[in-house]
């Protein structure tokens, strides 16, 4: 009964190649987010969806492209993956118009 | 534009001991707060938000946060440690109006360190 998880929990990869990163909720919110965590452990807001609608789009390279199918899921794919891109990945979601986040486990991206 | 500054990026205590984790804000409209805790490996959990109301919240675990609009200061207490309290804390502060959909600015987190 996960409320937000990710796959997978750790992707290890070579520099240049793209890579995928799945998001879903069963909370039943209306919005998503992607957040990245550096080496300091700061959290940095980089997307968020509402209703499968891009709505904040902080200065994040357009080698990385969220996609939502559907309200339950944000995807986050990465193109020609750098050795900067290295960090821990969390998605969340709320409720529109609430402000309380539930965030997922994360996943934990080297890129080498 | 929001920002969240928490002064101290380590805080030690005993076991039993009180714990004070500091988070100042700045926000150009009335904000919400929040603190989330991390443990090692894992997500962040949430402890304890203010939105509007009553300016002393209580959260998970006994910890509690006071809003201070004088001093735009959200601090987080614990009357008394546990080891299991050792992780590290973030405080977070998103704006209440407008269609910002919640977007959340961190602070740079505190680790806690409890002693035996």
């Known amino acids: 009964d996960t409320a937000v998880s990710q796959t997978p929990k750790y992707l290890v990869t070579q520099m240049g190649n793209d890579k995928s990163i799945k998001c879903e909720q069963n909370l039943g919110h209306d919005t998503m987010y992607w957040y990245k965590q550096d080496s300091k452990k700061f959290l940095k807001i980089m997307f968020s969806?509402?209703?499968?609608?891009?709505?904040i789009n902080e200065t994040v390279p357009n080698r990385f492209s969220p996609k939502s199918p559907d309200k339950a899921h944000l995807n986050l794919h990465i193109n020609s993956l750098e050795l900067g891109d290295s960090a821990v990945y969390f998605c969340?979601?709320?409720?529109?118009?609430?402000?309380?986040?539930?965030f997922g486990p994360g996943t934990r991206l080297l890129v080498l | 534009a929001q920002s969240v500054t928490q002064l101290g990026s380590h805080v030690s205590v005993s076991e039993g001991a009180l714990v004070l984790l500091r988070c100042n804000y700045s926000s150009s409209v009335p904000p919400y707060l929040f603190w989330y805790v991390q443990y090692p490996n894992q997500g962040l959990q949430l402890l304890l938000k203010?939105?509007?109301?009553?300016?002393l919240v209580k959260g998970i675990n006994g910890f509690e946060a006071e809003f201070k609009k004088s001093e735009t200061s959200f601090h987080l207490t614990k009357p008394s440690a546990h080891m299991s309290d050792a992780a590290e804390y973030f405080c977070?502060?998103?704006?209440?109006?407008?269609?910002?959909?919640?977007?959340?600015?961190f602070g740079q987190g505190t680790i806690l360190t409890v002693h035996p």
């Open positions: 203010y939105t509007t109301g009553a300016t």
């Open positions: 969806y509402n209703n499968k609608e891009l709505i």
């Open positions: 977070a502060v998103s704006e209440s109006g407008g269609t910002s959909y919640g977007k959340l600015t």
């Open positions: 969340a979601s709320s409720q529109a118009n609430q402000e309380t986040q539930y």
